[in-house]
């Protein structure tokens, strides 16, 4: 027997997830410098670090011999302080993917099933498998969530539902009404992670009041992230909110220092940093309101998107993709998702969109 065939055949199964390509294995590619490399593919924040966090994580550097807090005491007092939480309610992660796979570790096993919607994020079927969970994708609606079809297909079998508000790779949008009803429709017996990565970039009558309802849905957990508006994505730490209980039962299976001391320092500095965030927003809707007005000039079909990112449905995306590679510019193919014939850009700069718009225009003027 090879060792290989120690591990679960399920695991054996699972397609690894594909980041997107860093600005140095492209610029290793193409002999490009890498200063001269846009990358937009993986919904980072192209603002940078926030001066508040790097002040945070120059404090913290002299400690770094030390292990950091396995409670996350400051990160936690921060955040049940901002959003009026109990810290018993409190789970934090490195990354929300980090967050995603200790829900799957805490609740799921072999022969159960999780609901999720089709182009919906690739990591909720990567967890499910990796406990030997069956995943259930329910065909998309208009490229969203069709929330009726997904209660329909929760069964006996289900312990739990993702849902993606606002949707990557996609970039829809489901109202406030919609989620209030899902909740409250979906069996106490089965957990709905509300996934709220992107929550940041909506406008507040387009949020749903997630916290709100954990005192009364014990069966949802709501999930979010420093990486994407906060700008850490290369700190990773992620957070959710459940009832005592059930976060009680996710904290049983994390490891106790899974989120770094430089990572919860920065993430306490910037949760209190309004003007990072409203600047990070605001740059957000001009770059996608410059992008999609691109694609309306240029004749491109897209998803509406109320993400940091917008999906654009391109002719031959494959070789599109190689020439904006070419000439230095990053994107992400969406093919692992089954959308072949689209392509999502991140949100960047000014000066990154508008390189972005031109080296786009002239790939396809060649045809």
């Known amino acids: 027997m090879h060792p290989v065939d120690l591990a679960p055949e399920y695991v054996r199964a699972i397609a ?28 980072e924040n192209p603002l940078g670090l926030p001066a508040s966090a790097r002040a945070a994580i120059e ?29 018993a309610q409190v789970v934090l992660g490195n990354g929300s993917n980090d967050v995603l796979e200790l ?20 990591v909720y079927p990567l967890v499910a498998q990796a406990t030997g969970a069956r995943g259930v994708a329910v065909p998309a609606k208009a490229w969203g969530h069709d929330l009726d079809a997904m209660l329909a297909a929760i069964n006996d079998r289900t312990r ?31 957990l ?39 700008g850490l994505a290369g700190l990773r730490v992620g957070f959710a909110f459940a009832h005592p209980e059930v976060a009680d039962l996710i904290n049983r299976v994390r490891q106790p220092f899974n989120v770094n001391s430089l990572a919860q320092a920065a993430a306490v500095a910037v949760l209190d940093d309004a003007d990072y965030l409203a600047r990070s927003v605001e740059v ?18 897209y998803i509406p998107s109320s993400a940091n990112f917008v999906t654009f449905r391109a002719p031959d995306a494959a070789r599109l993709n190689s ?45």
């Open 16 to 43: 690894p997830y594909q980041p997107g390509k860093p600005v140095s294995e492209l610029a290793r590619e193409m002999g490009l410098a890498e200063d001269t490399i846009v990358k937009l593919a993986s919904n």
């Open 59 to 87: 404090r913290e550097l002299a400690e770094l011999a030390r292990y950091p807090d396995g409670n996350g005491f400051a990160l936690k007092a921060a955040l049940c302080a901002r959003f009026g939480v109990d810290a």
């Open 103 to 122: 829900i799957a570790r805490a609740f799921l096993k072999p022969g159960d099933e999780v609901v999720f919607s089709q182009y919906a994020f690739a």
């Open 160 to 190: 739990v539902v993702f849902v993606a508000n606002p949707n990557n790779p996609t970039g829809t949008l489901l109202s406030p009404e919609a989620i209030a009803r899902f909740v409250a429709a979906v069996p106490e017996s089965v």
């Open 192 to 230: 709905v992670v509300l996934d709220e990565a992107y929550t940041e970039y909506l406008a507040p009558e387009a949020r749903f009041d997630s916290v709100g309802a954990l005192a009364q849905y014990p069966n949802l957990i709501v999930s979010r992230t420093f990486s994407k508006a906060y």
């Open 284 to 301: 957000n809707h001009a770059g996608v309101r410059a992008l999609t007005e691109a694609f309306d000039r240029l004749g491109l079909e």
């Open 323 to 367: 020439r904006l590679l070419a000439e230095g510019v990053i994107v992400r193919p969406l093919a692992p998702y089954g959308m072949g014939d689209w392509l999502r850009v991140s949100i960047g700069l000014p000066g990154e969109n508008a390189r972005f718009i031109e080296v786009l225009g002239a790939a396809l003027a060649r045809g």
